[in-house]
């Protein structure tokens, strides 16, 4: 019986952009001996250490006496959706969505690494699709509305609106000055369509000295936040899987006091990594 992951990334291909006649050579293999074998899937790399490491050397060394100390490769896990949704035009729309494990935000856009800041702290915040029926409709304009008009917008009655208020107000996720409700840092979640634009494909590696970063956030609370937050479009996640991304992280030595510096690198766009701590 064939794994039925195999058959989402057949439909994670297609949705991608990737030619079919592709899907015959590299991402096909990878695919198959991933299924046989029990390897896991990353998004193949673009850039190596090397590539890193000089592209930027002056943000690395900059004047001090410096050196490289270590240079390891580590993979974050990610949750890939397949994904299904009611498009602003009222049509079906399908596509998939890339969302970190790690530092619980969507990307958006996975050639430049663009993501999401704030889907982090509802998922902290549990946030419910009630919560972000109040989100996306302060979203919608602007990120602020007064309490009366944002009543009559969300059209819910009095008593349930006042206790979903509340409930938003104790999870920091809106603020309340006077009549007026206002979004908190949550803006850049808002409004966004639930797909992420991938141009890469998928290499297998070996569970063998590979080196995984702890997952942060469970695979479940991604599937339901995301069915939360982008459940007015009629939204639903046909199938899921873990992937990984390829993270370079970088330690720098200063001769002069001996410390160290540490940075992770995106090996897919050769960007800087935020950090996140547990």
């Known amino acids: 019986m064939r794994h039925p992951r195999f058959f989402f990334l057949i439909v994670f291909a297609i949705f991608s952009g990737m030619a079919l006649s592709f899907w015959g050579g590299n991402l096909g293999h990878a695919i198959q001996r991933y299924v046989e074998n029990e390897e896991f899937l990353v998004l193949k790399q673009k850039y ?15 004047e001090k006496d410096a050196s490289l100390d270590d240079v390891s ?7 890939l959706m397949e994904v299904a949704y009611q498009t602003s035009s009222h049509r079906l729309g399908k596509g998939v969505l890339l969302w970190s494990l790690v ?10 690494w663009e993501k ?7 998922l902290q915040a549990k946030a419910d699709f009630q919560d972000f029926l109040v989100l996306n409709t302060l979203a919608r304009f602007d990120g602020e509305l007064s309490l009366q008009r944002l009543y009559r917008e969300l059209r819910m009655d009095k008593g349930v609106f006042l206790s979903v208020m509340q ?8 603020m309340q000055k006077d009549a007026k409700v206002s979004l908190l840092g949550l803006n850049s979640c808002f409004p966004i369509a639930p797909r992420t634009t991938i141009g ?18 469970s695979e479940d609370e991604v599937q339901e936040l995301a069915l939360a937050a982008f459940g ?15 993270v370079y992280n970088v330690l720098v030595r200063n001769h002069f006091d001996g410390s160290l510096d540490f940075s992770a690198w995106n ?12």
């Open 48 to 62: 190596t250490a090397d590539d890193i490491v000089e592209a930027h050397r002056k943000e690395l060394f900059g």
């Open 73 to 79: 490769l580590q993979f974050h896990p990610h949750l």
């Open 103 to 112: 530092d619980g935000e969507m990307v958006i856009d996975a050639s430049s």
């Open 116 to 122: 999401t800041r704030g889907f982090s702290r509802a």
């Open 167 to 174: 409930r938003v107000k104790d999870k920091s996720l809106v």
């Open 200 to 217: 890469s494909w998928f290499m297998n590696r070996s569970y063998a000295h590979a080196k995984c970063v702890k997952v942060r956030y």
């Open 232 to 246: 007015d479009r009629d939204f639903k996640i046909i199938r899921s899987s873990r992937v990984y991304i390829p």
């Open 267 to 278: 090996g897919m766009t050769g960007g800087k990594e935020t950090l996140v701590f547990d």
